[in-house]
């Protein structure tokens, strides 16, 4: 606590629920510092009757401090991980949203949760990431978020809010033993105190030290990702040269540095070989809900879902500035061209973006005949998950350009004619 900014530079924003650790944290801060740079947000999840009341408290608690104060109702919607964890993330999605530019966050999160934290992962059979249980200083994207009470036991915020005179509320959710976190804090937390007195501290211990490990694992997958990977892709046979242990370390660094999510171990276990070893005729796919690894050719590829391929039959007038959003896929823009480019006088005002249906030919600006487009991307080598995906703009019924990748010869604009370039932006990486 007393390593924050004295001064109110750094503006602080506690998450208080009127709890007896919120309410704590809240009075210290507005003890330890000018309560100018200091603010509160309780979130209503809508959840309990009492919930308005909570809300309430909240308000009093903070004006009797001087301490600004403000609310947000959010809907919890129960996901595949229950009521408890969806409430957890539509919270801190209503926190971080609200947060004013350079704003820290600031939760009370003391060592008996860290504990059942450490416990909880531990029964989910997490690695040394899920063991270091919670960070007393960490970031959520742009944003810093501190936990200045974790190396206190609850009895300590306890005895201190008895000295203080500090009133909170007692959330009956807390006593219910069939919530996980309850049983450990009800039920088995204190039949190990009563056998081993030091075991919350011991284990506390073993979460900074578990912590420590996960940090040095993300060191060691971050210079491995230099060595095997090129331009975003993985190299497999630079890959294949580590041991396995490392290969899934690295793995799971890179997906969630690309789609901020990581495949259950069973999962990537199970089809790294298939990964590693799959002939040059096989296209092995490695997917789970946030993200999906394909093989193609000597080179792996880390990316989120695919979106499935939709009908596309838009139209894009011809002229410089023209865009049409494409969905998943991309979008599809016009803009001037230093020269050549598309030719304005030669394709008309209208274009027609669809997507292949097979069969189409063209003669890419500059050879001297036209081709298969399927033979014309196989040779490129876009990937093949890409190649229905890719926009074709059509006038007339003619092919006159491929989105990213040619323009029809007879289409281009020659030496002095105003010409268009055809950009595909925010697409899915092709090659």
């Not at 005895?159 to 909170?168: L, P, R």
């Not at 971050?222 to 090129?230: I, K, L, Q, T, W």
């Amino acid at each position: 606590m007393a390593a924050f900014p004295q001064d109110g530079s750094a503006g602080l924003c506690v998450a208080l629920s009127g709890g007896l650790d919120s309410s704590v944290l809240l009075h210290a801060l507005a003890r330890l510092r000018p309560v100018s740079g200091l603010r509160a947000v309780y979130i209503d999840h809508g959840l309990h009757a009492d919930a308005a009341r909570w809300g309430e408290h909240c308000a009093a608690l903070c004006a009797g401090l001087g301490v600004a104060f403000s609310s947000c109702r959010v809907t919890v919607l129960p996901a595949g991980e229950g009521l408890e964890a969806a409430a957890r993330q539509a919270r801190y999605q209503a926190l971080l949203a609200g947060l004013r530019p350079g704003e820290m966050l600031v939760t009370a999160h003391h060592r008996d949760d860290q504990v059942e934290t450490l416990l909880l992962n531990l029964l989910r059979g997490s690695g040394p990431a899920g063991l270091g249980g919670i960070a007393s200083d960490g970031w959520r994207g742009e944003v810093r978020l501190l936990r200045p009470l974790l190396a206190l036991p609850r009895t300590a915020l306890r005895e201190y809010a008895h000295a203080a005179g500090i009133h909170w509320i007692e959330d009956p959710a807390n006593s219910d033993p069939r919530l996980d976190r309850n049983f450990l804090r009800l039920q088995l937390l204190p039949l190990l105190g009563s056998r081993w007195p030091a075991a919350a501290g011991s284990m506390a211990r073993s979460a900074q030290l578990c912590a420590e490990a996960a940090q040095l694992l993300e060191d060691l997958a971050a210079g491995d990702a230099r060595r095997v990977s090129r331009r975003g892709r993985v190299q497999v046979a630079l890959l294949a040269q580590l041991p396995e242990p490392r290969q899934r370390n690295l793995l799971r660094y890179l997906c969630r540095r690309e789609t901020g999510s990581t495949p259950p171990q069973r999962r990537l276990r199970a089809g790294l070989a298939q990964l590693l070893q799959a002939g040059a005729d096989r296209r092995p796919l490695l997917a789970w809900p946030g993200g999906e690894l394909r093989r193609f050719r000597g080179s792996l590829y880390i990316q989120p879902p695919l979106a499935p391929v939709a009908p596309l039959a838009a139209e894009l007038p011809v002229r410089a500035g023209a865009h049409l959003d494409c969905g998943g896929i991309g979008r599809i823009g016009l803009a001037r061209a230093g020269s050549g480019g598309l030719a304005p006088r030669r394709v008309g005002t209208l274009l027609t973006v669809r997507l292949r249906r097979g069969g189409e030919r063209l003669r890419p600006a500059g050879e001297g005949h036209h081709r298969e487009l399927k033979k014309l991307l196989q040779e490129r080598g876009v990937v093949p998950w890409m190649r229905d995906r890719i926009p074709l703009l059509y006038a007339g019924g003619e092919l006159v350009a491929v989105a990213g990748l040619w323009i029809a010869h007879e289409f281009v604009a020659v030496a002095g004619e105003p010409g268009l370039r055809v950009r595909w932006d925010q697409h899915p990486p092709i090659e």
